[in-house]
């Protein structure tokens, strides 16, 4: 929702300067009637252990929210084009399961297999009511990557789709769909959803081509969500006489994040502006050249779409990080009195954050909900530590 997040009840007003005076421009309309939202869950989980070999928890949860915080929709002659309002409804649902397999206990040797899993869902079931219409908002198109709309999560991704790299000119490529109606008479579509709205009813069949001009392709639902699949941990502990080797896994699979610095970093910019990502030697140079990067040039025509945001900056946001590691012996408390009546002296190493593995290198899709990238955002810091224990 922007800036309204923080103070939606607020009108907010941009500050400029007209003719060296102060001028007040309508930002965000508020709504002093605003309330909080309100939610209704259920939740179920089971415990078991099986002959202290495997224990486990399974849970699944349902909740939906509804009197949401959202922006509707109104007539821009009213000099805005939407306003926030308690409205529409939100399920979220999902299951967790939790695992710890006892694989090894003697009085040497103990092992232990931790490992954990959820799955969510995420989908709007109604919308908010049109005021023009009486009826519940068809659709909703949200900042640059995102359209809300019944049956959808709030996480599908709606963009122009990436079509590659033009061979002779080094122009990227957009994709652009056409509706021809029953009369014959055809129009470019540049919204989906908004040109299924406008013609409910209607009968018209739709074509695909390819433009150089990203302000003519067509934004729709892509197909691909932010939320994974499934995302969790895994690890082990492992006991060895007085040595312990303890780690933990996380991991995420499926969905896609939006790599908004990649997206930067391989933008058309001037040289020595900016630093570029190395997948810029892939650009395209002379005719013929068959690749996805576009070409680079001072071309207003080349540069102005080169990089617009569509499914080309969309990546897996499926990975791997090695969480914590932990390397302890325990020094025989016959030793240590003998010493100094010391007791539960322990040497020990650990780290946190060792190792990632993802798409691209670097790219960490789980320092935010979305997955979204940002300068602003830094991987996880790797941290790693020698220590003595000491028990009088």
């Not at 102005?304 to 932990?326: E, K």
Request: hydrophobic share 35%; net charge negative; aromatic share 16%.
């Amino acid at each position: 929702m922007g800036l309204s997040a923080y103070y939606p009840y607020n009108t907010i007003y941009t500050i400029g300067n007209l003719n060296n005076q102060p001028s007040f421009t309508l930002k965000l309309k508020g709504n002093k009637n605003l309330s909080w939202e309100k939610t209704s869950s259920f939740n179920v989980g089971i415990e078991f252990d099986l002959g202290g070999i495997v224990e486990g928890e399974i849970d699944y949860f349902n909740k939906l929210t509804y009197d949401m915080l959202f922006m509707k929709s109104v007539a821009p002659s009213q000099g805005y084009s939407s306003y926030p309002v308690n409205d529409g409804k939100l399920r979220n649902s999902g299951f967790e399961i939790s695992l710890v397999t006892h694989v090894v206990r003697t009085e040497d040797v103990d092992l232990d297999i931790r490992f954990n899993a959820a799955h969510y869902d995420n989908k709007i079931v109604e919308m908010p009511i049109d005021d023009g219409t009486g009826k519940p908002q068809y659709y909703y198109s949200v900042a640059d990557y995102y359209a809300w709309q019944k049956g959808h999560s709030v996480y599908d991704f709606y963009l122009c789709e990436y079509a590659g790299v033009d061979p002779e000119t080094g122009y990227a490529l957009y994709n652009m769909y056409t509706a021809t109606f029953a009369d014959g008479t055809t129009t470019d579509i540049t919204d989906m959803e908004l040109f299924k709205s406008q013609n409910q009813g209607a009968e018209y069949t739709i074509s695909k081509t390819t433009t150089t001009n990203a302000s003519k392709a067509t934004e729709k639902y892509v197909g691909e969500s932010a939320i994974p699949t499934i995302l969790g941990g895994f690890g082990f502990d492992l006991r060895w006489k007085d040595i312990t080797l303890g780690a933990t896994f996380a991991y995420s699979l499926g969905g896609k994040a939006y790599d908004y610095y990649y997206q930067r970093l391989m933008s058309d910019h001037g040289a020595g502006t900016m630093n570029w990502h190395k997948d810029i030697e892939r650009r395209w140079q002379k005719p013929g050249d068959i690749t996805d990067v576009p070409m680079l040039s001072n071309d207003s025509k080349a540069g102005t779409y080169a990089n617009y945001t569509s499914t080309r900056f969309l990546t897996s946001r499926s990975y791997l990080t090695l969480s914590s590691i932990r390397l302890a012996w325990s020094v025989p408390e016959a030793w240590t009195r003998a010493w100094a009546g010391m007791y539960g002296v322990q040497i020990y190493a650990s780290g946190e954050n060792l190792f990632l593995i993802s798409a691209r290198k670097g790219f960490m899709p789980g320092t935010s909900l979305s997955g979204l990238s940002s300068d602003s955002q830094y991987l996880p810091s790797s941290n790693f530590t020698v220590g003595l224990k000491l028990n009088f």
